[in-house]
């Protein structure tokens, strides 16, 4: 049974991976059911009973990228180590981790866009600003410790640090270099400002 499982499990992630790929680079309108089964090695009755239609295997996606993102959030800025240093993990988990799979950064930095294709709306950047809530406490606990300016707009500074993350990361699908040089770059910036 513990096999069998194991077995719909792999069959599973390996049909998520391709609709990645496949949505990623043809988009959502024109990737068809069939194409997905076919890169995915299983037939179509399967695809329709892991995930219903072709909307429950988009949904099926963004649920599984918004979770690994919020717990990715949470892990790297908890903890008793100095805020600037939960910063930095932060950005190396979120830069590092997205060009380890650059479909899946394609995806996700594309979906929520307006697209003639008309993709199930599922509230990606609600969600996604809502997952930064531990990174919004951790700026809090920079200011209350002394680490960051006490003036320092909490939401505006996650948005300054993610949205120079998310441009790096866009350039990136561009054929940009994005290595860990970049996170010491984002983070001094923001940290100190272009100001002399």
Known sequence: MVSQRADQGDVRAKIL?????????????STSMREVAEASGVTKPTLY??????????????EGRI????????ATVTGDDPVVERLEQFLEAYLLGALEDIDTLRFML???LPNP?????CRVIGRHLQNLEPLAELIREGIEAGELRSDLDVMGAVA???GAANLHLATALEGAQVHRDTISTILNTWLHGAKR
């Open 49 to 62: 009973y892991h995930f219903g239609s072709k909307e429950g295997l988009f949904r099926a996606i963004i």
């Open 117 to 121: 294709e008309t993709p199930p709306n």
């Open 17 to 29: 991976g391709e609709a990645i790929r496949l949505f990623a680079h043809h988009g959502y309108g």
């Open 160 to 162: 300054a640090l993610v």
């Open 67 to 74: 979770e690994a993102f919020a717990a990715m959030v949470r």
């Open 110 to 112: 594309t979906c929520s």
